[in-house]
């Protein structure tokens, strides 16, 4: 028995033109709806910087989720083998509209496909996946397996479209994000942002030179350092302020891994240079962003950190921005919302303790 779920209107001469899937083209079909389910991830954030969040957000959910969904289906995931079809024709739909919301030509191929996919699933018979009898104990562990991370897989997509927002945003206030800061004509026009930010209860001057002796080689970076040191970054957090690396110049490298990593294949300067320079208010490192402090009273400073990039769509970035939107982004605001809170918390103790006379302001 087959679950209904969307009844896919056929013309009169369907019966005539109508052919069946094969087990093989089945799970081609599959394993293309996937694909184009992951492709999606470049039109969704690129749509997103339009300001119309909720409707690009639903949209975006529904075409990225479904073609994931329908192919897994149309693979044979239980659960929903038996309405991929119907699934196609709402994710291609719901596609469809998404492209209409913020068209661009390297967009164009994925609407043909859309296109296609609806004329497919409205004359192809799927094929008939049977219910494989009884197997070995191994193979059904491995089968339970495969199940559980299809629908983590699945969920946890959702989840990533669900909470961009608030992950790229995390900390900021509309008026904060609309702040010009240091850095920002680098990029005049930025279709890609990520602003992160954090209120530290001590005045800027106290804050800065935690900010300037950032690096691998110096004060680290205040974040998961167990996390930074498992891939061989050898990152160690400082507790104090170092006099010698507080005087940071233009072009100055700030490293993320030693020089040797990975036996220096590749390279020996891997990190990112300082492009701007606002002594006591602003590093601006190129591939990351403005780390910018704003003065909000005499004993509050608000320090906010902004990621900007040209976001200009490209086949390159429609195969990259699967990695960008479930693994990078994510793993951004981890690490970077850690090291916020680290410099919060040491800039607040070592004011803490200068006002107990046992310590000198920075130190």
Do not use: C
């Not at 709806?33 to 300001?51: D, P, R």
């Not at 701007?276 to 320090?303: C, H, K, N, Q, Y």
């Not at 303790?353 to 000198?360: A, H, I, N």
């Amino acid at each position: 028995m087959t679950a209904p779920f969307i009844v896919l209107p056929r013309p009169l001469w369907a019966g005539t033109v109508a052919f069946s899937l094969s087990a093989t083209q089945q799970k081609i079909l599959g394993f293309v709806f996937v694909l184009h389910g992951f492709a999606h991830a470049a039109i969704g954030i690129w749509a997103a910087e339009s300001g119309r969040w909720w409707l690009i957000a639903s949209l975006w959910e529904l075409a990225m989720v479904g073609f994931i969904a329908a192919g897994l289906g149309a693979l044979g995931l239980a659960g929903l083998r038996d309405i991929w079809r119907g699934l196609t024709a709402l994710a291609a739909s719901s596609s469809i509209l998404l492209f209409l919301t913020s068209p661009q030509r390297v967009f164009l191929v994925g609407l043909g496909l859309d296109i296609s996919m609806l004329v497919l699933v409205a004359y192809a018979r799927p094929f008939q996946i049977a219910q494989s009898p009884a197997a070995g104990q191994k193979h059904a562990i491995r089968r339970l397996f495969g199940v559980i991370l299809s629908w983590l897989l699945l969920v946890y997509v959702a989840l990533v479209i669900a909470t961009r927002l608030w992950s790229v945003q995390w900390g900021t206030t509309e008026a904060e994000r609309a702040l010009p800061l240091p850095g920002d004509r680098l990029v005049p026009v930025a279709h890609y942002r990520i602003d992160h930010g954090i209120t530290i209860n001590t005045p800027a001057e106290v804050v800065w030179p935690w900010v300037v002796q950032i690096g691998q080689d110096r004060g680290g970076f205040y974040s998961y350092s167990a996390l930074e040191n498992a891939v061989g970054a050898h990152v160690t957090n400082a507790d104090h302020i170092v006099p010698e690396w507080q005087m940071p110049r233009v072009g100055d490298i700030v490293r993320s891994v030693p020089s040797d990593w990975m036996g220096g294949r590749f390279g020996d300067d891997l990190g990112w240079r300082i492009l701007e320079l606002v002594p006591g208010r602003a590093l601006v490192l190129e591939g990351w962003g403005a780390f910018a402090l704003i003065p909000a009273s005499d004993s509050t400073t608000r320090m906010l950190v902004r990621t900007r990039g040209a976001g200009i769509p490209s086949l390159t970035s429609i195969v990259a921005s699967p990695f960008g939107l479930l693994v990078f982004e994510p793993a951004h605001l981890i690490m970077e919302r850690r090291m916020l809170l680290g410099i919060k918390e040491r800039a607040e103790r070592s004011l803490e303790r200068s006002v107990d006379g046992t310590f000198f302001v920075g130190q």
